[in-house]
């Protein structure tokens, strides 16, 4: 008789439902539904907004800009998915060919929910700081609020605190004027 094999969980993660996304912290799989739609549009206008500017080059340029990267800070072991990601385009050239993303990126971004607010705030953050993420964003669509950081000395520092319809400039966008305003639905 042959010992029962034990999927790694990488091979869980692979192998969760459609419409579940996974990732794996710090030796934990996590696992969560899609984003509700007020998520999915913040996502979506900081994309457009953002990467007008600094992915498609009619501004400052020089960032590759993702939604939904599959991080992989250790390769199949330390596996985070921010809602989105940005590489300056000196540190990691080329887009990789697969679907792992194995520079760190220079910036994320979270998306807040209920559900996964704690994770993000007490899990992810730690973890982005622990492999050297210059700056993280948290952007609550509930509460209408920003939240921008920037990593020093392996800690947390909080840049800007904005809400509602404010207009902010803030690292590493500083060059763009953000309406927080077209954020909310």
Same mark, same amino acid.
């Given at each position: 008789?042959?010992?029962?094999?034990? /999927?790694?969980?990488y091979? /869980?993660?692979?192998?969760?439902?459609?419409?579940?996304?996974?990732? &794996?912290?710090?030796?934990?799989?996590?696992? /969560?539904?899609?984003? #509700?739609?007020?998520?999915?549009?913040? #996502?979506?206008?900081?994309?457009?907004l953002i990467?007008?500017?600094y992915?498609?080059?009619?501004?400052?340029?020089?960032?590759?800009?993702? &939604?939904?990267?599959? @991080?992989?800070?250790?390769?199949?072991?330390? @596996?985070?998915?921010p809602?989105?990601?940005?590489?300056?385009?000196?540190?990691?050239?080329? &887009?990789?060919e697969?679907?792992?993303?194995?520079? @760190?990126?220079?910036? @994320?971004?979270?998306? %807040?929910?209920?559900?996964?607010?704690?994770?993000?705030?007490? &899990?992810?953050?730690?973890?982005?700081a622990?492999?050297?993420?210059?700056?993280?964003?948290l952007?609550?669509?509930?509460?209408?609020? %920003?939240?921008?950081?920037?990593?020093?000395n392996?800690?947390?520092?909080?840049?800007?605190?904005?809400?509602?319809?404010?207009?902010?400039?803030?690292?590493?966008?500083?060059?763009? /004027?953000?309406? %927080?305003?077209?954020?909310?639905?």
């Amino acid at each position: 008789m042959q010992p029962a094999y034990k /999927q790694t969980l990488y091979e /869980q993660l692979e192998s969760l439902p459609e419409g579940l996304t996974g990732e &794996i912290l710090n030796g934990q799989l996590h696992a /969560q539904p899609r984003p #509700s739609g007020p998520h999915g549009r913040a #996502s979506v206008v900081l994309d457009r907004l953002i990467g007008r500017s600094y992915d498609d080059g009619d501004g400052p340029g020089g960032w590759w800009l993702f &939604i939904e990267p599959e @991080v992989h800070f250790v390769r199949d072991v330390e @596996v985070a998915v921010p809602d989105l990601a940005g590489w300056r385009r000196i540190r990691m050239p080329r &887009i990789p060919e697969g679907h792992r993303f194995e520079v @760190v990126p220079d910036w @994320v971004c979270e998306i %807040l929910s209920p559900s996964t607010e704690s994770k993000d705030r007490e &899990i992810k953050m730690p973890l982005y700081a622990h492999y050297g993420v210059a700056h993280a964003w948290l952007v609550d669509p509930k509460r209408h609020t %920003l939240e921008a950081y920037a990593l020093t000395n392996g800690e947390w520092h909080l840049l800007t605190e904005a809400s509602g319809n404010d207009t902010i400039a803030v690292a590493p966008f500083d060059a763009l /004027q953000l309406d %927080l305003g077209s954020l909310w639905s």
